[in-house]
């Protein structure tokens, strides 16, 4: 079951709560603006790496170092969500990010704009813990389900939308394309903040800190959860973070085009993240959806990455890959508050969540980058499998410990 309002950090009036989808939509368009911030760096990649001089290895940390103090922090803002108030830390979040967007748009090397990325990451980090909580807090007790499905789609959708931008690059540069997307984060937090103004505060946890991490830490829901999203994280951001490079060699085309088509497919993600909250609700086990979830990668990590298959069979395959992995995430955040070892603590199961996503997100470029420079992208496909291996088994540990 999902956690009551007065655990989520804010209190919606009985009156509101039929029509909180206006409010709840915008709290999840904080997640799709915080996640332009992931995609924007696989977007601008080529242009970063022309103007900076970086190496191939250098940019794949530029993809992970966003996520890097996330992958670390997770469960710690976690704990803050559960004793502080939830949309104060969506706005600040919002703000945080939009503040190291510009600083990285001013930088004159790999130090300072990773630097900044490292900083960023925890505005992102902070908006996609807190987000969810106040997603529950918002809905309506029938509606809950339905919400969080829909909060599942922020990353795709923000990820899409940002590739889709892809043609502003050509006018503003890489540096202009991340001056917009500070501008864009800063208008979206005055309107988050006006947008939500009255939603009451509620009395922070009264369980201590040192509890609190020691509740987290010593209940093996949270881990299984972190652990089963860090294996989803790595294998589907093993494509993600180079897709745009991937379908330009692949089918032969512009990088302007390899950027739209990737966007297509990332958004193709949506359709996984919406089909999961109706499979719950038909009573499907958790760990079969993460199994067929984490088989599709596999298998069409094969087919994306393999040898003989024509152009558009690949994309197709990458959209197969983008669906078969959108219904990995919805079910793990809607195992956080039924596998919280205490009702006060979902906040910082969410960020268990979350840090293990963080971790993928921080391994999965940085490693198929190597594997690629070794050995070539044919072996990145037996990495995914690897991946999506580990992630069944934590599932199946997931399905025994809910029977």
Known sequence: MLPSPARSGCRVPSSQAASAWPA????VGAGVVSAFQVGKAPTALAAVRADLGLDLATASWLLSAFALVGAVAGAAIGIGVDRLAARRLVIGGLLLQALCSALGALATGAPALLSARLVEGIGFLTVTVAAPTLVVALASVPDRGRAMA???TFMPLGIAVVML?????????????????AAVLLAYALLIAGGTRGLAPEAPSRLSIVKAI?????????????????????????????????LAERLGVTAEKASLLAAGAVAANVIGNLA?????ARGIGRAAILGAGFA?????????????LSGPLVYAACV?????????????????????????LVGATVGFVMQGNNIGLVAGPAITGAVAAAYG?????????ALAAAGIVLALMLGRRER
Request: overall charge neutral.
């Open 150 to 152: 829909v909060w599942g």
């Open 296 to 308: 599709g990668m596999a298998l069409t990590g094969f087919a994306i990455l393999g040898q003989g």
């Open 377 to 385: 992208w044919s072996a990145v496909p037996l990495l995914i499998a």
């Open 214 to 246: 020691g509740a987290a830490a010593g209940d093996a829901g949270p881990w299984l959860l972190g652990g089963t999203m860090t294996f989803f994280g790595a294998a589907i951001f093993a494509i993600f973070g180079f897709l745009p490079a991937i």
């Open 276 to 280: 999961c909250g109706p499979l719950l």
């Open 165 to 181: 931008a892809a043609p502003l690059l050509a006018v503003t540069g890489w540096r202009g394309f991340w001056l917009l997307n």
């Open 320 to 344: 197969a890959f983008s669906v078969a992995g959108g219904l990995v995430p919805v079910a793990l955040l809607d195992g956080a508050a039924r596998h919280a070892p205490r009702p006060e």
């Open 24 to 27: 709840i939509l915008l709290v």
